[in-house]
C-alpha cells in the first residue's frame, strides 16, 4: 500500500536528523561536564603552600656570631601540607625543627640559625623546602645580609717571608679600620713571641690606624709564630687579636732532603745508595 502523501517523510526526514544530533550534543556535553567536574573536584583535593616572607633581610650582622629567624608559611589548599625536606645551600646555615604537617587553613614555621663567618661582605643564602604541594613541591627561600666588623682587620694574619736576599726593611701592614658611628681609642698593644717588632701608625685618630710588622733581627732558620693583641674602647670589639707569622728561608732548600734508591745485588754483596746534600 503507498502512503498517503509522499512527501510526508522527506519533510519530516531532515528534522528527525536535527533532533538526533541535538540529543547526541547533549550527551556528549553530559560527558564532558561530569569529566570536568571530577577532574575539577580532584584538583581541589590538594595542599597550597604560601609563604609570608619568603626573603629574610637581617641587615647587618657582627662577624662571628649566630642569628636565628623564622619562615612562616600557610595552607591554602584544600589538603594537608606536608613538608618532607629542607635543604640548604651553605653550611653555616641550619634548619630547627620545622611544622612538618598543616591543615587546611593551618600555618607552620621553619627556624633557621645563620653562622656569620669572620670574613666582612654581603652574603645571599638559599633554603629549598620540599612539600606536597602539586603546583610548586620545592619553593626556594632567600636570606641575605651583610657581614661586617666593629673593627676591621686587613689582612687577618701578618705572614712575613724572609730569604737571604729579601730587604732588611721587609714587613708587613696592618690596616685597622673602624666601622662604627663613634671614633675609638687604642688602649694598649701586648706581643706574644720575641720573633716581630712592631709599630703603631695613626692615619686617621679614632678611625684608622696601621701597625707596621718586621722580624725581629737575627732570626734562626724557621718558622717563628707569634700574636699581637689591641685592647680598644670599642665596646663591640674590645680586643683585636692578630697572629703573626715569620718564615725565615735558607739561602738553599732541597726537596725531598733525602733519596732512597732501591738495593742492588752484585754476587753477594748488597750496595744502599743514599744521597745527603
Same mark, same amino acid.
Given at each position: 500500500?503507498?502512503? %498517503?502523501?509522499?512527501?510526508?517523510?522527506?519533510?519530516?526526514?531532515?528534522?528527525?536528523?536535527?533532533?538526533?544530533?541535538?540529543? /547526541?550534543?547533549? #550527551?556528549?556535553?553530559?560527558? &564532558?561536564?561530569? /569529566?570536568? /567536574?571530577?577532574?575539577?573536584?580532584?584538583?581541589?583535593? #590538594?595542599?597550597?603552600?604560601?609563604?609570608?616572607?619568603?626573603?629574610?633581610?637581617?641587615?647587618?650582622?657582627?662577624?662571628?656570631?649566630?642569628?636565628? &629567624?623564622?619562615?612562616?608559611? /600557610?595552607? #591554602?589548599?584544600?589538603?594537608?601540607?606536608?613538608?618532607?625536606?629542607?635543604?640548604?645551600? &651553605?653550611?653555616?646555615?641550619?634548619?630547627?625543627?620545622?611544622?612538618?604537617?598543616?591543615?587546611?587553613?593551618?600555618?607552620? %614555621?621553619?627556624? !633557621?640559625?645563620?653562622?656569620?663567618?669572620?670574613?666582612?661582605?654581603?652574603?645571599?643564602?638559599?633554603?629549598?623546602?620540599?612539600?606536597?604541594?602539586?603546583?610548586?613541591?620545592?619553593?626556594?627561600?632567600?636570606?641575605?645580609?651583610?657581614?661586617?666588623?666593629?673593627?676591621?682587620?686587613?689582612?687577618?694574619?701578618?705572614?712575613?717571608?724572609?730569604?737571604?736576599?729579601?730587604?732588611?726593611?721587609?714587613?708587613?701592614?696592618?690596616?685597622?679600620?673602624?666601622?662604627?658611628?663613634?671614633?675609638?681609642?687604642?688602649?694598649?698593644?701586648?706581643?706574644?713571641?720575641?720573633?716581630?717588632?712592631?709599630? +703603631? !701608625?695613626?692615619?686617621?685618630?679614632?678611625?684608622?690606624?696601621?701597625?707596621?710588622?718586621?722580624?725581629?733581627?737575627?732570626?734562626?732558620?724557621?718558622?717563628?709564630?707569634?700574636? +699581637?693583641?689591641?685592647?680598644?674602647?670599642?665596646?663591640?670589639? $674590645?680586643?683585636?687579636? !692578630? $697572629?703573626?707569622?715569620?718564615?725565615?728561608?735558607?739561602?738553599?732548600?732541597?726537596?725531598?732532603?733525602?733519596?732512597?734508591?732501591?738495593?742492588? %745485588?752484585?754476587? &753477594?754483596?748488597?750496595?744502599?745508595?743514599?744521597?745527603? $746534600?
Amino acid at each position: 500500500m503507498k502512503p %498517503k502523501n509522499p512527501h510526508i517523510l522527506p519533510i519530516y526526514l531532515p528534522r528527525l536528523l536535527l533532533v538526533g544530533l541535538g540529543a /547526541s550534543l547533549i #550527551a556528549m556535553l553530559g560527558i &564532558c561536564s561530569e /569529566s570536568e /567536574s571530577h577532574q575539577t573536584n580532584t584538583a581541589k583535593q #590538594a595542599p597550597k603552600i604560601v609563604f609570608f616572607n619568603p626573603v629574610i633581610d637581617l641587615g647587618r650582622v657582627t662577624a662571628g656570631i649566630s642569628v636565628k &629567624c623564622e619562615f612562616l608559611y /600557610s595552607n #591554602a589548599g584544600n589538603a594537608d601540607l606536608e613538608i618532607t625536606d629542607v635543604r640548604l645551600s &651553605c653550611g653555616c646555615t641550619t634548619a630547627g625543627e620545622w611544622t612538618r604537617k598543616v591543615p587546611p587553613e593551618g600555618t607552620g %614555621k621553619l627556624p !633557621i640559625e645563620f653562622h656569620a663567618s669572620l670574613y666582612p661582605g654581603m652574603f645571599i643564602k638559599t633554603v629549598s623546602v620540599i612539600n606536597n604541594d602539586p603546583t610548586q613541591p620545592s619553593v626556594v627561600l632567600q636570606l641575605r645580609g651583610e657581614i661586617w666588623k666593629p673593627i676591621q682587620v686587613d689582612p687577618q694574619v701578618a705572614a712575613i717571608y724572609i730569604t737571604p736576599d729579601s730587604d732588611p726593611n721587609t714587613h708587613v701592614l696592618i690596616n685597622l679600620t673602624n666601622n662604627e658611628t663613634a671614633p675609638i681609642e687604642i688602649l694598649s698593644t701586648d706581643s706574644e713571641g720575641s720573633n716581630f717588632q712592631y709599630t +703603631l !701608625i695613626t692615619n686617621n685618630l679614632g678611625w684608622w690606624y696601621q701597625i707596621q710588622i718586621k722580624p725581629a733581627p737575627q732570626l734562626p732558620i724557621g718558622t717563628h709564630q707569634g700574636k +699581637l693583641t689591641i685592647t680598644t674602647t670599642s665596646s663591640n670589639c $674590645p680586643s683585636v687579636s !692578630i $697572629p703573626v707569622i715569620v718564615v725565615m728561608r735558607p739561602p738553599l732548600t732541597v726537596s725531598p732532603p733525602t733519596i732512597h734508591l732501591p738495593a742492588e %745485588k752484585i754476587g &753477594c754483596t748488597t750496595f744502599i745508595y743514599d744521597y745527603h $746534600p
